[in-house]
Nanobody, 124 residues
Framework: QVQLVESGGGSVQAGGSLRLSCASS????????MGWFRQGPGSERAFVGS????????LYVDSVKGRFTISRDNAKNTVYLQMFSLKPEDTAVYYC?????????????????WGQGTQVTVSS
């Protein structure tokens, strides 16, 4: 059984930074892509970014490009989402997701496993 546990959420002011972590267990972490999604108030869950199995390929939604960075440490079975220059519109519950494929993807279908989510609140 794959388990994903996010941490690192919190409240920050606009312009601030946070780093989210997602620890994985239950399968060979380094064989699969990982993704981050978010769900804001009154919104559906949406793609934020994804990283391939080797960590050398990433995808981001346009609204976070240049501000967010995804990385992974396969030795620690952990994926990270470093967020800079946070904006109030980044306020959401952030979810880590584990894919069943190796390449990063915007599509939510390949993500078979999900964490419980961590709240990020950005105040103006």
């Amino acid at each position: 059984q794959v388990q994903l546990v996010e941490s690192g959420g919190g409240s920050v002011q606009a312009g601030g930074s946070l780093r989210l972590s997602c620890a994985s267990s239950g399968r060979t972490f380094s064989d699969y892509a990982m993704g981050w999604f978010r769900q804001g108030p009154g919104s559906e869950r949406a793609f934020v970014g994804s990283i391939g199995w080797r960590g050398d390929t990433t995808l981001y939604v346009d609204s976070v490009k240049g501000r967010f960075t995804i990385s992974r440490d396969n030795a620690k079975n952990t994926v990270y989402l470093q967020m800079f220059s946070l904006k109030p519109e980044d306020t959401a519950v952030y979810y880590c997701a584990a894919a069943t494929i190796r390449t990063p993807t915007y599509n939510s279908r390949p993500y078979a496993y999900w964490g419980q989510g961590t709240q990020v609140t950005v105040s103006s």
